[in-house]
């Protein structure tokens, strides 16, 4: 039996994929994030940085690397994708000596930020974040 093309496949419905786009469409029309989003490129294809198991990255040009067929509901997306976007906006990328405390601190304070925003809903996995008290990733 031969194998449908992707023309005869058109009546498959990519759950993964209409999440996903649900989720960038809601930071589009948020008047924090749309601007954001200007400046970056989303990447969500097979083959790109994000790992196998991570949900997406972001580098320092502005690359957003996000998992091509991971599932999760549009409101985690919009954290997933808001989180990588704050990385951005708060200027994160900076060399320093403590390299992995310094991204953790940078993750903790856009954590507060989201929560503090209400906006989106983080992954499950995520979702056993410590209490801290500093306010600024320095100061973390």
């Not at 903790?108 to 906006?119: E, P």
């Amino acid at each position: 039996m031969a194998r449908k093309s992707g023309k005869q496949r058109r009546g498959v419905v990519d759950v993964a994929a209409e999440s996903f786009n649900s989720g960038l469409a809601i930071l589009r029309q948020h008047p924090l994030f749309a601007p954001l989003l200007l400046h970056a490129h989303v990447i969500r294809h097979e083959g790109n940085a994000c790992p196998d198991e991570g949900w997406a990255i972001v580098t320092s040009t502005g690359d957003i690397h996000v998992h091509p067929t991971r599932r999760g509901a549009p409101d985690v997306w919009v954290h997933v994708l808001a989180h990588c976007l704050l990385h951005l906006g708060f200027g994160h990328f900076q060399a320093n000596k403590r390299a992995r405390e310094w991204n953790t601190a940078c993750d903790c304070v856009i954590t507060r930020f989201l929560a503090d925003l209400k906006l989106g809903r983080p992954p499950q996995e995520l979702l056993d974040t410590p209490a801290f008290s500093a306010r600024d990733e320095k100061r973390l």
